[in-house]
């Protein structure tokens, strides 16, 4: 049977030496075969997957080349296996291969136990994958200089000419990094840390992610802003913490109007300098109150300062961590915002005695951040390429923002309102009263537009309806296209996107 050839690349022959038992009175070509035969009929060698060749194998498991042709030679006669176009053998779809994964379940009945996680894992919606839609967000501007001087860069690690280190690094991140982070976080957001206080991460959602692992148990209480950040909620929720919402008003979460009597919390989740999504900065003396607060109380803050590189550094309040005391303040940061982010860099600056659980906890789930990726950020920072990026990104997002709260002035005029932002990377557009923003952004998608709902992000409070609009990393001209979509569809469609009386009195978020 001869087949085109397969894209997969060939399993490693390591797999079947330990299963070829040279005191074993069955001969060592049986005993390979069997164990082929066995991995295919599993699924451990799944269709399309490439064998070794017969000469590696052989080598590799000690055989003669001629006992591994053999043992191909019958699998292949046998259907299980089969001759790639050119060289090689590949495992050949199944024609009685199950149709999904509920027909792959065994059928026996012994049972599949998983952790209490998993249950709550499993209600997890993991984000859209695909081609960018507009005003989806998520996305950054990523423009030929940056990619040049990035490239630059990477080359240049990778000859050697700068700072990688090709082995395993320290776990907290390589020490010339903390140190650049450390003075950029001083002097832009007032942070006071000493550089072994920074522990890298793979961003603010790994952050969150360390923070609840070392600070939450199952059942502990945990604060959060509403509406907040998905991926927080979501973080805190499987952790097994009890979520308690805190509505913000028009100066972010006030902790003189947080829920009275209760639990104390064991943390509190908040985005002070820029409220996720509403765009507010809440205001010095709050930031003090909450710390105060943190402090009487014993509570940890969880401060995400997401897209604070943004805002103009007359306009920009201290970080909560740079006025904290007490050492409550987990100060969490990103370079997902300013460069890209798949990327998969950021930081936590941690009170000194969570550092070393923290840094624990990071090198158990996956031991550091990539160490070419550090080098080339280091440079980057050291060199002024960032101090240069940051500006241009600053001037152009406040440039997009201008022109699509331009466009939909507009267009949509009276059916969308938009408020400028101090800083960022997307928009909140109000609707008109009464309308179901849920029900807008399900219509806005079938014509191709992502739109995200206020209500979607909404934990208890009730809201105005409202759309968050990315509108970074989207060129202008797809932006004006997608706005006279969306004309048409709010124009010709409201009829079906209003709420009653009766819904409006219960709207609210809790839909999570
Ligand atoms: C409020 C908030 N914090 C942080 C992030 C960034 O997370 P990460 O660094 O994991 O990409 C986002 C991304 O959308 C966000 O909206």
Known sequence: MQAARPSVPAAGAALWTTRIDRKSPVPLGRQLAAALRRDIAAGALAAGARLPSTRALATELGLARSTVVGVFEQLTAEGYIAAAQGSGHFVPPREDAPASAAAARPASDTPRLLARQASLLRAHVLPRRGRPRPFELGFAEVDGRFMTTWKRLASRALSGRSRLEWSYGDPQGEPPLRAAIAEYLAAARGVRCRPEQIVLTGGTQ???????????????????????????????????????????DADGLDIAGAPAGGTTPRLLYTTPSRQYPLGMAMPLP???????????????VVEDDYESEFQRPAAALPALQGLD??????????????????????????????????????????????????????????????????????????????????????????????????SGMYLVAWLPRGWDDRAVATHLAAAGITATPLSGLSLAARRPAALVLGYAGHEEAAMQRAVERMTYVLENETGLVMMTEGELASAGGAAW
């Open 325 to 422: 005391r007490a050492g409550r303040v987990i100060y969490l940061g990103t370079f997902s915002k300013l460069l890209f982010p798949s990327l998969r860099l950021g930081y936590a600056v941690l009170p000194e005695d969570l550092v070393a659980p923290f840094t624990a906890a990071r090198h158990l789930t996956d031991r550091q951040s990539s160490g070419l990726v550090q080098a080339i950020m280091t440079d980057f920072i050291l060199e002024g390429h960032f101090a240069r990026h940051l500006k241009r990104m600053r001037a152009h997002y406040a440039e997009r923002q201008e022109f699509l709260r331009e466009l939909i002035g507009r267009r949509l005029g009276g059916l969308l309102e938009t408020r400028p932002a101090e």
């Open 286 to 300: 709050r930031r003090h109150d909450l710390l105060d607060w943190a402090a009487h109380e014993g509570v940890w």
């Open 206 to 248: 790994q952050g969150l992610s360390l923070t609840a692992r070392i600070l939450l148990d199952p059942g502990s209480t945990a604060w959060v802003e509403d509406p907040c950040y998905r991926a927080a909620y979501d973080i805190i929720r499987t952790a097994e913490a009890e979520i308690v919402p805190v509505p913000v």
